[in-house]
């Protein structure tokens, strides 16, 4: 069974930096891909970042140039470093995993429980 533990959130000031954590455990067969989302309250969830198993990492526009997603699959944990935060990042932050658990299974998407996010301005 796949589970998923997020860490690192927390308040901070505007223009400060947070880094989320996203730890994965479990039998994974093979790694798709790895996402951030979030979710601020009356607002629809948005993706915030993907990361593929080649390494290819996609960024939403609204924090393109502030948020990097990276990966250590060694530990099999993903990353989204938050930079220059603004009052609006203010959301729960959720990571999911894209990943197949056996050889004859089809791919499936895990989700964390989430972290609060909180930037004061």
């Known amino acids: 069974q796949v589970q998923l533990v997020e860490s690192g959130g927390g308040l901070v000031q505007a223009g400060g930096s947070l880094r989320l954590s996203c730890a994965v455990s479990g039998s994974i067969f093979r790694f798709n891909a790895m996402h951030w989302y979030r979710q601020a309250p009356g607002k629809q969830r948005e993706l915030v970042a993907i990361?593929?198993?080649?390494?290819?990492?996609n960024i939403a526009d609204s924090v393109k140039g502030r948020f990097t997603i990276s990966r250590d699959s060694a530990k099999n944990t993903e990353y989204l470093q938050m930079n220059s935060l603004k009052p609006e990042d203010t959301a729960v932050y959720y990571c999911?995993?894209?990943?197949?658990?056996?050889?004859?299974?089809?791919?499936?998407?895990?989700w964390g429980q989430g972290t609060q996010v909180t930037v004061s301005s």
């Open positions: 990361i593929t198993s080649g390494g290819t990492t």
């Open positions: 999911a995993a894209d990943v197949v658990v056996s050889a004859r299974s089809g791919a499936n998407l895990y």
